[in-house]
């Protein structure tokens, strides 16, 4: 279900095994295909965040990029 100008959400179920099935729609979407990986990202405040394996080079970098003062960003 799309919420706001390119931006989506999508409902699922947790099963017994702690697994959850991505939406056929989103796995379209994020061209994710059987035997792909994806990066699970966990924050306590801000929750969890899954990526592709094809965005997961791009965001790492982000994340570790120092700025101009040497803290990381």
Do not use: T
Not at 23 to 44: Q, S, Y
Not at 52 to 73: A, C, M, N, T
Request: glycine share 12%.
């Amino acid at each position: 279900m799309e919420c706001m100008g390119g931006k989506y959400a999508w409902m699922v179920k947790i099963g017994e095994k702690g697994q959850f099935v991505i939406p056929k729609e989103a796995r379209e979407m994020f061209e994710l295909n059987p035997g792909d990986e994806i990066l699970v990202l966990g924050d306590k405040k801000r929750g969890l965040a899954i990526l592709p394996k094809s965005k997961q080079h791009d965001f790492i970098e982000r994340i570790f990029k120092s700025d101009v003062d040497g803290g990381i960003l």
